[in-house]
C-alpha cells in the first residue's frame, strides 16, 4: 500500500483477505460479525441506498452510541461514493436538528432514544429516519418517489435476486473515490450560527489509515477496544478505521465509560493498543495512584535507593494488568496530558505516548512511538505533513503551530469566511495552538492562542499550563484560569469526594483552598501568581466533547 491508494480498495481487499476472522462484536451482547459477515451487511445498505433513491455525493446522518450499525453505515456510506455525516450523540436535541439540515442530509440512522427527542417535520431535507437497533424506519415523508418501509420489506428478496449464489468472497468490488471528493463531514459545535462541518477528503482519511497500518497500530488478528465516541475523528480512524483495514476484531463499547465498567472490558477484551484521552489516565493516577503515594511509610520507602524502583515496578505491573495487559502502547490524545501524570508514568516506564490532532486533519497531525516519545511533547509531524511556528525562534519561543499536507481538511461545509481564517492561500492551516517545535519536526504545545493571557508586564500567560498543575492540587476536581482586573483568579470546582473521604467540613473548603494558592504559586512563575481562588458550585459546563466551554466564564 502507499500513501495515494484509494480507501475504497483497502476496504474491499481487508474484507476479503480477512472473510472469516471476526470483525466485530458488542461488549455486553452476544452480537458479532466475521469480515465476510459485515461486508455482507455492507452491501445490503449499499442495496437500500440504491433502491431508496440515495446518489453517490448525497449525505447521510449518522448519530447514536457506538454498535455494530453504526459502523455499517458509515462503512457502507464511504464504500458507496455518499457522504457520512457522524454526529455526537451528546449534542442536544436543537443542535442536532441544526447540524442535519445544515449538513443538506437525505436519510438519517438515529438510535431510538435520540430520535423520540427529535422532530422529525423540522428536518425537511431527510427521507427517512431509521434505527440503529431495530433497523426499522421510524418516520419517512409522504412525498417521496419511493416507498423507505417498502424498500426495507423487501430488501431480503431483492438481495437474493442481486447475488443469486449468495453473497461471496469476489463480490466485494466498491467504485474508486477520488482523493479530494469529501467522505466525511465533522461537526465541531452543533450551536446554530457556529457550525463548522469540516469536510474531510478520501485523500484525508488514506493518510490516516495508511499510517496506522505502516505504524502497525493494528495488524490482522489484533484485538481493540472502542471505548471512544466514533463519531469523534480520533476515537474514528484509530478504533475503526485504521483496525477495519488489517484485519483487528474490534469490540465495540456502547456505554458511558465509567473507570470500574471501562477496567472490566479492558480485563476481557485484552487489547493490543489502547486509545484514549488524558481523563481516563488522569483518573486513575489521581483516585488509585496518589493515595498510595502519599501514605508515609510509601514516602519513605521510595526515598531509599533501589528499593524505589522495586516499588515503581509493583506499580507498572499494576497499571499495565489493569489494561488488559497484552498491549503494545497507550496512545493519548484529543487534550494535553497532565504534566505530573506524564512524568509519572515515564518514571515507572509506563509504555505511552501522546498523539497530536484535530478534527481538521481527520485528526493525526504528530506521533511517536512510546520508546522514541520525548515527555512533554506531542510526538513528531507526520511523514505526509509540514510544519511551522509563527515566531522569530520556533524552536524557543512559542507562536501559532500550523500545519499542511494530505491529512488537512478540504475546508468548512458552506462556511468560506471561516475555511479563510484558517487556510491560507499557500495552504497552510492554522491551528490556533501555540507551540515550539524542534529541528526533527516534535512539536511542543504550549496552549490555545485564543485563551492566552498576556501580563501586565507583556509575558504570555498559558492558562492550561497553570491549570494543569492546580487540577493536581489536594481537593481541587477541575480549574480555570481567568484574568480578573489586574490579576489572575482560578475558578475552582472542589473534589467534594475527598472533602467527604477525609470527614472534612465544606465551610472548611476557603482556608483549603487559600492554602492550595500559596502552594501553587510556589510552582508557577511570578507573572502566573493566582490572586484568588473563587469555588463554584457545580462542575464548569462542557462541550460534547467534554472540553470547557471557557467563554462562559471569561466574562
Not at 526533527?440 to 508586564?457: C, F, Q
Request: aromatic share 10%; proline share 6%; with cysteine.
Amino acid at each position: 500500500m502507499n500513501y495515494n491508494d484509494d480507501l475504497n480498495h483497502i476496504y474491499a481487499e481487508s474484507f476479503r483477505d480477512n472473510w472469516a476472522l471476526p470483525a466485530l462484536s458488542e461488549y455486553g451482547n452476544n452480537e458479532s460479525l466475521t469480515y465476510g459477515e459485515f461486508a455482507r451487511r455492507v452491501a445490503r445498505l449499499h442495496l437500500f441506498y440504491e433502491q431508496s433513491g440515495i446518489r453517490p455525493g448525497d449525505k447521510i446522518a449518522l448519530v447514536g452510541k457506538n454498535n455494530i450499525t453504526w459502523v455499517s453505515v458509515f462503512l457502507s456510506a464511504i464504500t458507496y461514493g455518499a457522504v457520512i455525516v457522524p454526529i455526537l450523540q451528546d449534542f442536544n436535541p436543537t443542535d442536532t436538528q441544526h447540524i442535519v439540515n445544515h449538513s443538506d442530509a437525505v436519510m438519517l440512522f438515529v438510535s431510538e432514544s435520540i430520535f423520540e427527542t427529535l422532530e422529525f417535520e423540522k428536518m425537511p431535507q431527510i427521507k427517512a429516519a431509521v434505527s440503529l437497533e431495530t433497523r426499522r424506519v421510524l418516520a419517512e415523508r409522504d412525498d417521496n418517489d419511493v416507498s423507505i418501509s417498502k424498500v426495507v420489506k423487501n430488501l431480503t428478496r431483492q438481495f437474493r435476486r442481486r447475488y443469486p449464489h449468495d453473497f461471496r468472497r469476489q463480490d466485494v468490488n466498491y467504485p474508486p473515490a477520488p482523493a479530494d471528493q469529501t467522505a466525511v463531514l465533522n461537526y465541531t459545535s452543533g450551536t446554530t450560527g457556529f457550525s463548522k462541518g469540516v469536510m474531510l477528503t478520501y485523500g484525508n482519511l488514506v493518510g490516516n489509515v495508511v499510517f496506522g497500518i505502516r505504524s502497525r497500530l493494528h495488524y490482522q488478528g489484533s484485538h481493540c477496544l472502542s471505548f471512544l465516541p466514533l463519531a469523534h475523528a480520533y476515537g474514528c480512524a484509530f478504533d475503526m478505521l485504521v483496525p477495519l483495514a488489517v484485519g483487528t476484531h474490534v469490540t465495540l463499547f456502547g456505554r458511558v465509560p465509567s473507570p470500574k465498567l471501562l477496567l472490566g472490558a479492558l480485563a476481557q477484551v485484552k487489547p493490543n493498543l489502547v486509545i484514549c484521552v488524558p481523563l481516563i489516565l488522569e483518573k486513575i493516577y489521581r483516585k488509585q495512584i496518589v493515595p498510595m503515594l502519599i501514605k508515609r511509610p510509601m514516602r519513605w520507602a521510595l526515598a531509599i535507593p533501589f528499593l524505589d524502583s522495586a516499588i515503581y515496578a509493583q506499580i507498572h505491573r499494576k497499571l499495565v494488568s489493569a489494561f488488559g495487559g497484552e498491549f503494545e502502547e497507550v496512545i493519548v490524545g484529543g487534550a494535553p496530558l497532565n504534566r505530573e501524570v506524564e512524568d509519572f508514568l515515564h518514571t515507572i516506564k509506563f509504555p505511552f505516548t501522546v498523539g497530536y490532532g484535530m478534527t481538521e486533519c481527520g485528526p493525526l497531525i504528530s506521533y511517536t512511538p512510546w520508546r522514541q516519545f520525548i515527555c512533554g511533547s506531542a510526538g513528531r509531524i507526520l511523514p505526509i505533513m509540514e510544519v511551522k511556528v509563527l515566531s522569530s525562534n520556533p524552536k524557543t519561543i512559542p507562536g501559532e503551530i500550523c500545519v499542511k499536507g494530505q491529512n488537512v481538511m478540504k475546508g468548512y461545509y458552506k462556511n468560506p469566511t471561516a475555511t479563510e481564517a484558517v487556510l491560507d492561500e499557500d495552504g497552510w492551516l492554522h491551528t490556533g495552538d501555540m507551540g515550539t517545535v524542534d529541528d526533527d519536526g516534535t512539536i511542543y504545545i504550549r496552549g490555545r492562542y485564543k485563551t492566552m493571557i498576556l501580563s501586565a508586564s507583556g509575558q504570555n500567560i498559558y492558562p492550561e499550563e497553570i491549570e494543569a498543575k492546580l487540577n493536581n492540587m489536594p481537593y481541587v476536581a477541575e480549574s480555570l484560569v481567568v484574568e480578573r482586573g489586574k490579576g489572575l483568579t482560578a475558578l475552582v470546582y472542589p473534589d467534594f469526594e475527598a472533602v467527604d473521604a477525609e470527614g472534612l467540613s465544606p465551610q472548611a473548603l476557603p482556608e483549603l483552598m487559600e492554602q492550595v494558592r500559596k502552594d501553587l504559586n510556589k510552582l508557577v512563575a511570578p507573572y502566573e501568581q493566582i490572586q484568588k481562588i473563587q469555588l463554584i458550585a457545580q462542575e464548569f459546563e462542557k462541550t460534547p466533547k467534554k472540553s470547557i466551554k471557557r467563554y462562559l466564564y471569561n466574562a
